[in-house]
């Protein structure tokens, strides 16, 4: 399958736009797919099992949907929101968050964000972890989070406030 899709290319790039093609092809692999930045996560006391991890998602070229994520870090990954009701914020989980073409998608502190259960350690302020994502459309991207210290401000917070 890969050998014949192999073989066909060049015939169809010279068909085509002969260089011009060929200069754009690595980026074109890419061109559909969210891109992530900024991901961190809070660091996590001795004895505690559960962390958080927070990132900016920009949509690729089509609408897309972050279905869930994995890291060898936690037994267990959910994506989850923060509700408020009867004035008490609650977590929930959530089956997916939206990201628009070309929109910017913030997971935050105080709303949505990717819950890591069953830590296999604490999470230490200043190491980075392995994240694997999981969108419907673009599939899998494996990316690298941060670990601030608690006090540390979000990063991806407005600078006033
Ligand atoms: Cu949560």
Same mark, same amino acid.
């Given at each position: 399958?890969?050998?014949?899709?192999?073989?066909?290319? @060049?015939?169809?790039?010279?068909?085509?736009?002969?260089?011009?093609?060929?200069?754009? =092809? @690595?980026?074109?692999?890419?061109?559909?797919?969210?891109?992530?930045?900024?991901?961190?996560?809070?660091?996590?006391?001795?004895?505690?099992?559960?962390?958080?991890?927070? =990132?900016?998602?920009?949509?690729?070229?089509?609408?897309?949907?972050? =279905?869930?994520?994995?890291?060898?870090?936690?037994?267990?990954?959910?994506?989850?929101?923060?509700?408020?009701?009867?004035?008490?914020?609650?977590?929930?989980?959530?089956?997916?968050?939206?990201?628009?073409?070309?929109?910017?998608?913030?997971?935050?502190?105080?709303?949505?964000?990717?819950?890591?259960?069953?830590?296999?350690?604490?999470?230490?302020?200043?190491?980075?972890?392995?994240?694997?994502l999981r969108f419907e459309n673009a599939g899998e991207q494996v990316i690298q989070v941060t670990v601030r210290a608690a006090g540390e401000p979000d990063p991806a917070a407005p600078a006033a406030r």
């Open positions: 399958m890969m050998e014949a899709m192999r073989r066909a290319l @060049p015939g169809l790039l010279r068909r085509a736009m002969p260089s011009l093609v060929l200069l754009a =092809l @690595p980026a074109l692999a890419m061109a559909g797919a969210p891109s992530v930045s900024g991901a961190w996560a809070r660091a996590t006391p001795p004895g505690v099992s559960v962390g958080a991890a927070y =990132l900016t998602i920009t949509g690729g070229s089509a609408n897309d949907r972050l =279905l869930g994520a994995n890291t060898d870090r936690a037994s267990m990954v959910q994506l989850h929101t923060v509700e408020e009701s009867n004035g008490v914020a609650a977590m929930r989980q959530i089956d997916g968050v939206p990201v628009p073409a070309g929109k910017r998608v913030v997971l935050a502190p105080g709303g949505t964000h990717i819950m890591l259960m069953g830590l296999s350690g604490p999470l230490v302020a200043g190491e980075t972890f392995p994240l694997q």
